[in-house]
């Protein structure tokens, strides 16, 4: 399996033990843009999809716990989705479309809310 995508299902059914332990889901290696298959995981608190080829979070289905999404280094074009996760503080969003947007910063805040406390690893004053 190592030059072939995993599925978002398979690539859950892998770390849901994990998950559970450490709260984090790695989707680094999922080659889909439709995350409505998850559902809601109650342990879920670090979602990353660095280098994957998502381009945007808009089926992710809310999560309660999550706080911290890191997107580096992918397709991602747009901040849909991102309103609907009570808990997020810590959007990492390097290198994609969306942060090469002018006033990109105060996009993601209006996206997000005030409970937003780091974008790209610099803290929001």
């Given at each position: 399996m190592k030059n072939q995508k995993e599925t978002i299902s398979q690539a859950l059914q892998r770390q849901r033990r994990m998950m559970s332990l450490n709260g984090i889901l790695d989707f680094s290696n999922v080659s889909s843009n439709d995350?409505?298959?998850?559902?809601?995981?109650?342990?879920?608190?670090?979602?990353i999809f660095d280098g994957s080829s998502?381009?945007?979070l808009h089926t992710l289905p809310p999560?309660?716990?999550?706080?911290?999404?890191?997107?580096?280094n992918t397709s991602?074009?747009?901040?849909?989705?991102?309103?609907?996760?009570p808990k997020l503080s810590s959007?990492?969003?390097?290198?994609?479309?969306?942060?090469?947007?002018?006033?990109?910063?105060?996009?993601?805040?209006?996206?997000?809310?005030?409970?937003?406390?780091?974008?790209?690893?610099?803290?929001?004053?």
């Open positions: 995350f409505s298959t998850i559902g809601t995981q109650k342990a879920l608190k670090t979602l998502i381009s945007s999560q309660p716990s999550l706080s911290k999404i890191s997107a580096n991602l074009n747009t901040l849909a989705g991102l309103a609907t996760q959007v990492s969003f390097i290198n994609t479309p969306i942060s090469k947007v002018e006033n990109f910063r105060l996009s993601v805040l209006l996206a997000v809310g005030l409970r937003l406390s780091e974008i790209n690893g610099s803290r929001v004053t």
